[in-house]
C-alpha cells in the first residue's frame, strides 16, 4: 500500500513563497514518477509539475519561472518551491505518484489528500 502525504500549504500574501512536501510511504517500484497538480473550485484537476524518471522536470506555463519540483529519491519526496505566488495560484495542491512495470507499462497512479494553498491579493 502506498501512501503520499502533503504538507506545505496555508495562506499567503500575493507575492509571496511557499514550499510544499510530499512524502511517499509503502512498496515503491524503482520506475516512477511524482508530480503537483492542482484545482481550483469549478476547475479541473490540472498539472503544475512533473519530475520523471531519469530526472527530466516539466512545468505548466502558467508556473514556469516560479515555482520549481525537486524530488530527494532516498526519501521517496518531492517538493514544490512556489515563489511569487499569484492569486490564481491559489488551489488544493495533491502530490501524485506513478509508477511503472516497465518504462512504458503503468504498474500505479496514487494521491495524496491534497494541501490547501490560499494566495491573498
Known amino acids: 500500500q502506498v501512501q503520499l502525504v502533503e504538507s506545505g500549504g496555508g495562506l499567503v500574501q500575493a507575492g509571496g513563497s511557499l514550499r510544499l512536501s510530499c512524502a511517499a510511504s509503502g512498496s515503491i517500484a524503482s520506475i516512477n514518477t511524482m508530480g503537483w497538480y492542482r484545482q481550483a473550485p469549478g476547475k479541473q484537476r490540472e498539472l503544475v509539475a512533473m519530475?520523471?524518471?531519469?530526472?527530466?522536470?516539466s512545468y505548466a506555463d502558467s508556473v514556469k519561472g516560479r515555482f520549481t519540483i525537486s524530488r530527494d529519491n532516498a526519501k521517496n519526496a518531492a517538493y514544490l518551491q512556489m515563489n511569487n505566488l499569484k492569486p490564481e495560484d491559489a488551489a488544493v495542491y495533491y502530490c501524485?505518484?506513478?509508477?511503472?512495470?516497465?518504462?512504458?507499462?503503468?504498474?500505479?497512479?496514487?494521491w495524496g489528500q491534497g494541501t490547501q494553498v490560499t494566495v491573498s491579493s
Open positions: 501524485n505518484l506513478k509508477t511503472y512495470r516497465t518504462l512504458s507499462a503503468i504498474s500505479g497512479d496514487y
Open positions: 519530475f520523471y524518471y531519469g530526472g527530466k522536470t
